[in-house]
């Protein structure tokens, strides 16, 4: 065992778990893991205030699943998760967490599928039940004592589900649950409503909040890209070829991602290598020795592993996964721009993490700036760019060294100058596309849309939206095809009664349950109050500002 691996090792969960969390690739427990695990496992109900990404689902999972008893096939923990995506994620992270204990089940019961065989892995055993609210009333609704068993009861994301109205079901379902048990609340805000909640249904619930100090990160130039998670990779290998870096380091949250990431750099002809807590010591010692005279250019870390690391040749640091709060993201980034020197630093954010971009920018005080994935004609300037660099100051010296030789090549070959330099070219760049076309075909992205989409469109049909024009939002009305609307007819009701003129609307959307219009940003607010009333195809618009975060 690593010394790192202690921190969870400290925790006294049950050596299973512990096993499965280190064979997830976890080096230490994060700051909401290292505060809750201790409070659950003693049994106190608890809040907790915390956002995705600050390692929660851990927090609660890794505890509970030390309360259960496997041998018992009855539920006991019900997990609470407001849409059917974190209900997803959060029965496939307790599955992660149980690798190593025989006999536990998992079932995820939430709504859009068929309720018998959720019923039936339920009275089959499974002792963690993770749900949304809505479909665990309709349960509950035909077989009251669903929950009969339940002594543990998280509730994830409490302040979404009730912004989603789950407040009444959520009521139903703490009366089907033995008065008796423990009561978890993890919530990013704890508005009265949640307060309210804890109030009536929380037994003396200890506090758990990472508390966050203002820091300074003034010298380092920050901006942040909105990408899907399967998509990180390729977008960091995309990214790198725009921005001019001396040497760079990409912090990741694993073990594996440290590999994983170090050998996609490699493939891509990067001096990269991979610093985690598995690496001996003396190699970890190598690696930076390498970073700072240049045999290397790049470093794929966990965060325990860059402790101490201080490489003034550092001018980037990719945040490819998110810090668990922003202590250590200013930690990180404080990697760069050292000694007065300007730094920059690239955060990448998958959709359901932007809460916890917004506490780092409250907790520095700085707004991160947005950035678009560089474009192909960006990456090819750029390419085009290394290659007039590497090449421009040989230009002097060279025909002196190889002039003759040249002349001797294109005779003997028989062809021009200008044909030889061009096939010196194409092995020079190594297969590398310098064409708009080629590039163009390369890395076909995702577009961050679709990471908007993945949020957004939760209860949505999934399909990209597109990129907006300067000065155009977008708005949505639930009306589409299904209703009997074309986009004329949304145009036709939106010039008509809007008093627009068309060249003032953007693009039409029309899907089959809802549409999106694009309209002028200036004066938005009165042009929707004109619209208030308007109806289309004798249903009314209802036209709102459509927000893709
Ligand atoms: P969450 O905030 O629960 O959504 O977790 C965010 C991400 O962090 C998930 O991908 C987890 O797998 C990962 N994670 C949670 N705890 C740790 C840890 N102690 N070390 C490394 N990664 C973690």
Avoid: W
């Avoid at 059917?84 to 307790?94: G, Y």
């Avoid at 859009?112 to 993770?130: D, E, F, H, S, T």
């Avoid at 003396?282 to 966990?302: F, M, P, W, Y």
């Avoid at 907006?468 to 708005?475: D, K, S, T």
């Amino acid at each position: 065992m690593t010394q790192e691996t202690g921190g969870f090792a400290a925790l006294e969960l049950h050596p299973s778990i512990v096993a499965a969390v280190i064979a997830t690739g976890y080096e230490e427990p994060s700051a909401i893991q290292q505060q809750s695990i201790p409070i659950i496992l003693a049994g106190h109900d608890m809040i907790g205030q915390a956002q995705t990404g600050t390692g929660k689902t851990a927090a609660f999972a890794l505890p509970i699943l030390h309360r259960i008893d496997p041998s018992k096939r009855e539920p006991q923990a019900l997990i609470l998760a407001p849409t059917r995506e974190l209900a997803l994620q959060v029965a496939t992270a307790f599955e992660t967490y149980a690798k190593q204990m025989p006999g536990v089940n998992v079932v995820a019961v939430y709504g859009g599928a068929p309720m018998g065989p959720q019923l039936k892995a339920i009275r089959n055993g499974a002792q963690i039940v993770v749900a949304t609210p809505g479909r665990l009333c309709d349960h509950l609704r035909r077989d009251e004592k669903v929950l009969a068993t339940v002594n543990h009861l998280v509730l994830d994301e409490a302040d979404e589900m009730l912004k989603l109205g789950f407040m009444d079901d959520l009521e139903v379902i703490f009366d089907a649950m033995p008065e008796s048990r423990q009561t978890v609340l993890f919530s990013a805000t704890l508005p009265a409503s949640i307060r309210a909640i804890a109030e009536r249904h929380l037994k003396e619930p200890k506090h758990v909040k990472i508390q966050s100090k203002t820091q300074t990160v003034s010298a380092i130039d920050q901006a942040y890209l909105l990408v899907h998670a399967d998509q990180k990779v390729p977008a960091v290998l995309r990214l790198l070829e725009v921005e001019e870096f001396d040497a760079l380091i990409a912090f990741v949250r694993t073990k594996q991602a440290t590999l994983d990431l170090a050998s996609a750099l490699e493939a891509k002809g990067y001096k990269a290598a991979a610093l985690n807590g598995d690496i001996a010591q003396n190699q970890r010692e190598r690696v930076i020795d390498s970073l700072k005279d240049g045999r290397l250019d790049i470093v794929v870390a966990t965060d325990v592993a860059a402790r101490g690391l201080d490489v003034p040749r550092i001018t980037h640091v990719f945040n490819v996964d998110m810090p668990y709060d922003p202590e250590s993201y200013v930690h990180r980034i404080g990697r760069t721009g050292r000694a007065g020197r300007d730094g920059r630093a690239l955060l990448l954010v998958t959709p359901r993490e932007r809460r916890m971009l917004q506490v780092i920018e409250r907790v520095t005080g700085q707004k991160v700036a947005e950035v678009r994935l560089p474009t192909a004609q960006a990456v090819l300037d750029a390419r085009i760019k290394k290659l007039t660099n590497s090449l421009a100051p040989l230009v002097a010296d060279a025909e002196a060294s190889h002039g003759e030789l040249l002349d001797r090549l294109t005779a003997d070959i028989g062809c021009s100058p200008r044909a030889l330099a061009a096939a010196l070219l194409s092995k020079a760049t190594n297969g590398q596309s310098l064409d708009l076309a080629t590039v163009e075909r390369e890395q076909p992205l995702v577009p961050t849309a679709s990471a908007q989409r993945e949020r957004s469109g939760e209860r949505h049909e999934r399909r990209a939206p597109m990129p907006l024009a300067e000065g155009r939002v977008r708005c949505r009305t639930a009306l589409g095809a299904r209703d009997g609307i074309a986009a004329k007819n949304l145009l036709g009701a939106i010039l008509n009664e809007g008093g627009l003129v068309r060249e003032s609307i953007g693009r039409i959307q029309v899907r089959d349950s809802f549409s999106l219009v694009e309209l002028p940003e200036d004066g938005l607010d009165r042009l929707l109050a004109k619209l208030k009333d308007t109806r289309v195809a004798g249903k009314q618009l209802k036209l709102r500002r459509y927000r893709e975060d």
